[in-house]
């Protein structure tokens, strides 16, 4: 039996869910968001798998492997980013507990927690910049890989936008602590950038599923 303090990738789902759902704030949104992503690099891979080393698809075999080792891998990261959001979160929440009697612990108290709010900023950014990486990666795929799991890749896009969203809401959640308004302007800046992105990409790909074509090899 694996505990909630396991890392992800060794829980089973049930164990995961029950966690989430417990009393206790991590982990919580984050790492729900990142265990999205997880299932959209999941289904990519799996759409891969169904596709490498047939006939049909031959034309798309250097894709394929590409998109398989990436997928595979990014699925791994994004277990690892939710365990590091949950970490992020409860080094925050000890940073909010410090002592606060005196101005020396005051001044401490309000250093960690600026320290603590820009790491739990950076773990779900980086959730978002893998997102857009991945769906990047399932739009390349839409139309070059095996058209009877096509809808898969459809789902995949669809987690990996909701996914993305879901990460910078934490992202623009924890801003305000940091107490630094230029690398909020920054932060805010890239995620609408990546969000438009994600979003247009996620549109593009599930198009092409719709189609229910193949389409030319990249490069041709």
């Known amino acids: ?11 089973q789902l049930g164990g995961f869910l ?5 009393e206790q704030p991590a982990p919580g949104g984050g790492a729900a968001a990142a265990v999205s992503a997880a299932l ?7 759409v891969v798998r169904l596709s490498l080393d047939r006939p049909k698809y031959a034309d798309y ?22 365990d590091e959001d949950a970490a992020a979160y409860a080094a925050y929440r000890a940073a909010r507990r410090l ?3 005196t101005e020396v612990e005051q001044q401490a108290r309000e250093a960690a927690t600026r320290d603590a709010a820009r790491i739990a900023t950076k773990v779900p950014l980086e959730v978002v910049r893998t997102c857009q990486a991945q769906v990047e990666l399932v739009d390349r795929c839409a139309g070059r890989t095996n058209l009877y799991v096509a809808a898969d890749l459809e789902v995949a896009a669809l987690l990996l936008e909701s996914a993305a ?3 910078a ?10 107490g630094d308004d230029g690398y909020a302007s920054a932060v805010t800046a890239e995620l609408d950038q990546r969000l438009q992105g994600v979003q247009s990409t996620a549109d593009r790909a599930r198009e092409r599923v719709a189609k229910g074509t193949l389409r030319k090899p990249e490069g041709e």
């Open 61 to 82: 075999a250097d894709l394929h492997r590409e998109a398989l080792d990436g997928s595979d891998a990014t699925r791994l990261r994004f277990l690892q980013l939710a």
């Open 99 to 101: 002592p606060r009697e």
């Open 165 to 167: 969203r879901a990460a």
């Open 18 to 22: 029950e966690a989430l759902a417990s």
């Open 40 to 46: 959209a690099a999941s289904l990519t891979a799996m």
């Open 1 to 11: 039996m694996t505990a909630p303090t396991d890392p992800v990738a060794d829980q």
């Open 169 to 178: 809401a934490n992202v623009r959640a924890n801003l305000p602590s940091i």
